[in-house]
């Protein structure tokens, strides 16, 4: 089964300076992910469409990676089969190399064989596609980007488990009244399913009463690995001792977790100016 990635819009635009290129080539793909269901033993096809925006003939070469997370959300790209959970090892493509020309749109194929003895849960790769000059002279004193984009492949081995858990939770009070308090969660997936964390913020005061809210970016986190959760919330809000109360998903129909903390806020809150507005003046975009 192959279903467009829901856990996931990742489409990874890495910048890596070479020489000798004459100038800054770029492809776009469709899709950026893909999610398969494949019991051990068999196999899965699956394209990429891979398009050339701009007037001028690119080459474009196709590699595979690995990555992960680092808790601050930045991606580690790293050579294929690197990580426990790779699926290097089953991918095969082709064409490996090829030339667009402007405008130009071309089907990158791809396979998928999952061994029999493939460890259950999510395991991922990604494929690179990198455009160049195809008329680039060797040697060249040239220099210029070149912008590689990844089709990122996850591979569902049954059973998969998609659980998760707050390790901490803290809140840093502003340092001027139109600054938020910035909520930073540390998320854990204890399953071995990959998943995205949704969620929201509720703001209490020392009566409980919900004086405010804020939402929680989705958030992709891998099987094993942990990820901080950010988020602010901004006034307008009174001096005073608050509850923040964290309510994460990830994915699961009948499940919520959560975990809470308290801050002081020595001053009262107000509402942030609009960019441009004049101080007292205009209304803001703050979450009351």
């Excluded at 996931?8 to 910048?15: D, K, P």
């Excluded at 699956?46 to 001028?56: C, D, H, T």
């Excluded at 259950?120 to 980007?145: C, K, R, Y």
């Excluded at 690995?225 to 994460?248: E, Q, W």
Aim: without cysteine; proline residues 9%; negative net charge.
């Amino acid at each position: 089964m192959l279903r467009q990635a829901t856990i996931t819009t990742l489409l990874f635009a890495t910048i890596l300076l070479h020489t000798p290129a004459r100038a800054q080539t770029a492809v776009a793909i469709d899709p950026p992910a893909v999610l398969f269901d494949v019991t051990p033993g068999e196999e899965r096809t699956a394209s990429i469409l891979v398009a050339n925006p701009g007037a001028e003939a690119a080459r474009v070469r196709v590699s595979l990676g690995d990555w992960m997370y680092q808790p601050d959300g930045q991606p580690v790209y790293l050579a294929p089969g690197s990580l426990p959970q790779s699926a290097a090892d089953w991918i095969t493509f082709s064409p490996a190399e090829f030339v667009l020309a402007g405008h130009e749109k071309k089907i990158v194929r791809y396979t998928i064989k999952v061994p029999e003895d493939a460890a259950a849960g999510t395991h991922w790769s990604v494929l690179f596609l990198q455009g160049e000059d195809p008329n680039a002279q060797p040697g060249a004193n040239i220099a210029t980007f070149k912008l590689r984009v990844a089709h990122t492949i996850y591979v569902d081995v049954p059973p998969v488990e998609r659980s998760g858990k707050i390790l901490g939770i803290a809140a840093v009070p502003p340092k001027q009244p139109d600054h938020p308090i910035t909520i930073g969660i540390q998320y854990a997936n204890t399953g071995n399913g990959a998943h995205a964390v949704t969620g929201k913020l509720e703001v209490r005061d020392e009566a409980g009463q919900v004086v405010g809210q804020a939402e929680i970016e989705r958030t992709v986190v891998l099987p094993g690995s942990t990820r901080v959760l950010l988020a602010n919330f901004f006034g307008p809000i009174n001096k005073g001792t608050y509850v923040i109360l964290a309510v994460l998903n990830y994915g699961s129909e009948t499940v919520d977790i959560a975990g809470q903390t308290v801050v002081s806020v020595p001053f009262d809150l107000t509402r942030p100016q609009p960019p441009g507005a004049e101080a007292g003046t205009g209304e803001g975009n703050g979450t009351p």
